[in-house]
């Protein structure tokens, strides 16, 4: 099975700390993401990577930085944690090509207070 | 981008009834839909998929139907049980470039024993 792992359940961090999310995968998959979820909003994309080294802006990147030095590694940094970010952060990864099925990790609750 | 809507918010049915939930999107070059089911405390997973050269998919208990034309697809979920219970997302990729998903912003199913 595939597993995506993220590094905390529940975060609960101060207003202005940087904050670093990390998503870890096993399958080798090319492509990682880092979606936010909040009620009535769905999930809206922050960032994703097709590959090391590389990075896109997604949806709602404003606020967020993200790092892929490995493969099965992806991080998200909040350069200044702000109550407007308290949110569940989830993580997924694909293997890649058009249209496949994305795997997500149990998120991270974080609260910013 | 792709605009993904997606009705009810929120939707209560009695175990053994039928649940039905819509989404519409906006690019026609969209041609993979899917659908996940979040429980709770976990993260979404694939639970049904349909690529726009079909117009149905069944998987048990659990549809898929597509109208290419008038761009919306719809679950349907029958003879429900209360493990059905979860929030269910449907998703359209968009082949416009941007090589992820858009997803719509989630339905609340309960189903009352």
């Known amino acids: 099975d595939v597993k995506v792992t993220q590094s905390s359940r529940y975060l609960v961090k101060r207003t202005g700390e940087k904050v670093f999310l990390e998503c870890v995968q096993d399958?080798?998959?090319?492509?990682m993401f880092w979606y936010r979820q909040d009620p009535g909003l769905g999930l809206r994309l922050i960032y994703f990577?097709?590959?090391?080294?590389?990075?896109e802006k997604g949806d709602i990147p404003e606020g967020y930085s993200v790092s892929r030095e490995k493969k099965e590694r992806f991080s998200l940094i909040l350069e200044s944690a702000s109550t407007n970010q308290t949110s569940m952060y989830l993580c997924a990864s694909e293997k890649g090509g058009r249209g496949t099925e994305a795997f997500f990790g149990q998120g991270t609750r974080l609260t910013v207070v | 981008g792709e605009n993904v809507e997606q009705h009810p918010s929120t939707l209560s049915v009695q175990e053994g009834d039928s649940a039905v939930i819509k989404c519409t999107y906006s690019?026609?070059?969209?041609?993979?839909f899917p659908w996940y089911k979040q429980e709770l405390g976990k993260g979404p997973q694939l639970i049904i998929d349909i690529r726009s050269n079909v117009g149905e998919k069944k998987d048990q208990r659990i549809a898929v139907t597509l109208n290419k034309t008038a761009k919306h697809f719809s679950l349907h979920i029958t003879e429900t049980q209360p493990e059905d219970s979860a929030v269910y997302f449907c998703?359209?990729?968009?082949?416009?470039?941007?090589?992820?998903?858009?997803f719509g912003t989630g339905t609340r199913l309960t189903v009352i024993p």
């Open positions: 998703a359209a990729f968009d082949q416009t470039g941007a090589n992820n998903l858009f």
């Open positions: 990577s097709y590959d090391v080294k590389m990075k």
């Open positions: 690019d026609s070059a969209s041609n993979y």
């Open positions: 399958m080798d998959h090319e492509n």
